[in-house]
């Protein structure tokens, strides 16, 4: 994964960003693009394009379970904790839908490239 010059996570970080903004407007299709980018940058073939497909469709919602943890325990206390906990465990649900979706349209990338 390192050995082909940095790009596999610069792919990751970039197909997370991706997902991220299309998420809104496409759920479906948001992180199969994403997983696409990050693919596609990090090169190596179908596999690899896969894995950083996989690893940025799962940053985005664990960041996102993350933000919610920690915002909802600062703004109301044990409540907000539990609040942002039942959240972040519906949030890691979604990471592995936008990790496969990743890794599908990382390993779509792959293949192409």
Not at 6 to 30: M, S, Y
Request: no cysteine; proline share 2%.
């Amino acid at each position: 994964m390192a050995d082909n010059g940095g790009n596999f996570w610069l792919g990751v970080v970039a197909g997370w960003i991706v997902a991220a903004l299309l998420n809104g407007i496409w759920p479906l299709i948001g992180p199969i693009f994403g997983g696409f980018v990050a693919g596609f940058m990090a090169r190596g073939g179908m596999w690899n394009g896969a894995i950083a497909g996989l690893l940025s469709g799962i940053l985005g919602s664990l960041v996102a379970a993350i933000i919610l943890l920690i915002g909802g325990t600062f703004l109301l206390g044990g409540i907000g904790f539990l609040a942002g906990l039942g959240a972040g465990l519906v949030l890691i649900f979604f990471a592995l839908w936008g990790g496969i979706l990743g890794a599908v349209g990382g390993a779509i990338a792959g293949f192409l490239r």
